[in-house]
């Protein structure tokens, strides 16, 4: 059972930064490929950056593109999530996920654990 817990979140204004981690335990054949993901109030939960288990290979959502950065460090068993020149619209609950996926992968239904998430709120 993979378990995963998110942490780095909070208010700022736009234009700032924030780094997330994700914080996993559990098999490694479950948390193959890693994620972050978000949902605002009333909206889909969206994909926004996926990594690979050696961590040579991403993929961003269009949205997030050049302004985030996931990683991972597998002996300490984390992913982060940089987050450059915040917007408001980048206000939303972030989850971290995994599953057992080769390729990385985009929706929800892919991924078999989740984080609780970790609020973002960006001010105008």
């Known amino acids: 059972q993979v378990q995963l817990v998110e942490s780095g979140g909070g208010l700022v204004e736009a234009g700032a930064s924030l780094r997330l981690s994700c914080a996993a335990s559990?098999?490694?054949?479950?948390?193959?490929?890693m994620a972050w993901f978000r949902q605002a109030p009333g909206k889909e939960r969206e994909f926004l950056a996926g990594?690979?288990?050696?961590?040579?290979?991403?993929r961003y959502a269009n949205a997030v593109q050049g302004r985030f950065t996931v990683s991972r460090d597998n002996r300490e068993n984390t992913m982060a999530l940089q987050m450059n020149n915040l917007k408001p619209e980048d206000t939303a609950v972030y989850y971290c996920?995994?599953?057992?996926?080769?390729?990385?992968?985009?929706?929800?239904?892919?991924?078999?654990?989740w984080g609780h998430g970790t609020q973002v709120t960006v001010s105008s």
């Open positions: 990594i690979n288990l050696a961590g040579t290979n991403t």
């Open positions: 559990g098999p490694t054949f479950a948390r193959i490929t």
């Open positions: 996920a995994s599953g057992g996926s080769p390729t990385i992968v985009t929706m929800t239904t892919d991924f078999s654990s």
